[in-house]
């Protein structure tokens, strides 16, 4: 028989986690055993993914900055990303905007079910709230502070530092290029080395990806609130999954136009990790496999997508911005204030950048939304509304963006004349050319 493509596999490992957590949750003791026996599979498997992260970044991150040869055309790369990426979180923000100002979904909320809903939620609600308290305290100039670690190997032993680790990266592979390349050259075989087995590592994680999933996805179904409430806030979920949805579609229309590829060819390449974007939640924790898909199903070459994805991965988060966007106007609507055009205007700014400032993990969009209902002026308690259906949007605008770190992975290459054809390798020959061509030298 053939084998299934990974994204069937994954979609069917999806399907099964669900279904087999409901047929379990008839028997009294059906949860309890989820959460004992299966749930610990589905952590095992986005803790060896983590695992990858810090190694893969500094590997791959290294070794593509370093074999840029000069660093114009490192600032150049550098510049095109950063603004294709703020670019489509401004059109992200906004597309959301639209959306929530159009369908008014707040308004559909009845008194009583508000008051239901901060009664049930008020207390994860204020957690949140803390949590974010703690990251307003700081100054203006603080994520720039952070981004300087004091210790490599400190940054480098706590996954939430990825930014950090990306500074040491880039800052570690100018070093490189500055020096005589025979000097820089043993460096650069270990972490081209380093870089191969870590993408080997991959694969092999990858191979449990369908049992990971079905154990993650059935522990989501054992813990999942109840629905009453859900259906309250459905109008509101379905204004963010619409938005979510167009910002798929935007993604494969504008690949199409720079690229020349088809949306197919796009959807089709990144869907395995979208899907693990989905179950897992965390865009960090779905790199490694966004690095894969885009070097070798999409034809981006390395030295593109080892820079591009990791910064993507920390602050492009698209889906995260459009979120914050729908849900800061919802709960405007939901406790019947207005906003004019200027506090909009306030959100496009203020979604941007708390959606940069998210960490790539579960639950991060929520925290940093604090700061933009605090900007607006909008009630913070009004975060117990939307508590209950936060996991799955969590989950489907994780998908969104990490989909969007790919999209411009692709028009980033495009635009440096390296993106290629995946099938048929045609980057490796020509840097082996190059390898050789330099050895002569
Ligand atoms: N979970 C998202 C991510 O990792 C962040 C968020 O909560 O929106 O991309």
Same mark, same amino acid.
């Given at each position: ?168 990266? =880039?800052? &570690? ?5 500055? !020096?005589?390349? #025979? +000097? *820089? ?7 081209? @080395? ?53 910002? =798929?579609? &935007? ?5 199409? !136009?720079?690229? #020349? +590829? *088809? ?7 990144? @869907? ?67 906003? *004019? ?101």
């Amino acid at each position: 028989m053939k084998k299934l493509e990974l994204h069937w596999q994954i979609l069917l490992g999806m399907g099964l986690g669900i279904l087999f957590a409901f047929i379990l949750s008839y028997f009294e003791w059906g949860s309890e055993f989820i959460s004992d026996w299966i749930k610990p599979f589905g952590t095992i498997f986005i803790n060896a993914l983590k695992l990858i992260a810090v190694p893969l970044i500094l590997a791959s991150l290294i070794k593509g900055v370093s074999d840029l040869k000069d660093i114009s055309s490192l600032s150049q790369m550098g510049l095109r990303t950063i603004l294709t990426y703020l670019s489509t979180t401004i059109i992200a923000v906004s597309i959301g905007l639209i959306i929530v100002n159009v369908f008014e979904p707040g308004k559909s909320i009845e008194s009583d079910t508000r008051e239901e809903l901060v009664e049930s939620y008020g207390g994860d609600a204020e957690l949140t709230r803390q949590n974010a308290e703690k990251q307003k305290e700081s100054g203006p100039l603080r994520a720039l502070e952070d981004l300087v670690p004091d210790n490599i190997f400190g940054a480098a032993s706590n996954n939430s530092n990825m930014l950090q680790v990306i500074f040491f990266a =880039i800052f &570690f592979g100018i070093g490189m290029i500055l !020096i005589p390349e #025979k +000097k *820089s050259r043993p460096i650069k075989e270990f972490f081209d @080395s380093l870089n191969e087995v870590i993408l080997k590592m991959i694969d092999l994680i990858m191979l449990a990806a369908p049992y990971g999933v079905f154990a993650l996805l059935a522990a989501l179904v054992v813990e999942a609130p109840s629905t009453d409430l859900f259906v309250a806030l459905a109008y509101y979920a379905i204004c963010v999954v619409g938005g979510l949805l167009l910002m =798929i579609g &935007f993604y494969a229309l504008i690949v199409g !136009i720079f690229t #020349k +590829k *088809s949306p197919l060819y796009f959807l089709k390449g990144i @869907s395995p990790a979208q899907l693990l974007a989905f179950s897992t939640s965390s865009s960090a924790a779905t790199l490694p496999v966004t690095m894969e898909r885009v070097e070798e199903h999409l034809g981006v070459h390395r030295q593109v997508s080892s820079f591009v994805l990791p910064i993507g991965a920390t602050i492009n988060m698209d889906g995260t911005s459009l979120y914050q966007a729908v849900a800061a106007v919802f709960i405007a609507q939901a406790f019947g204030i207005e906003l *004019s055009f200027a506090a909009q205007l306030g959100i496009i700014a203020t979604a941007t950048l708390a959606s940069i400032g998210s960490a790539a993990v579960p639950g991060a969009g929520m925290v940093m939304l604090v700061i933009v209902l605090g900007q607006a002026g909008i009630p913070e308690a009004g975060l117990a509304l939307i508590f209950a259906v936060d996991r799955p949007l969590d989950m489907i605008r994780t998908s969104v963006n990490v989909t969007g770190d790919a999209a411009v992975a692709m028009l980033v290459a495009k635009s440096q004349d390296k993106l290629g054809d995946p099938q048929v390798k045609e980057w490796d020959d020509k840097y082996k050319k190059e390898d050789f061509d330099n050895q002569i030298e």
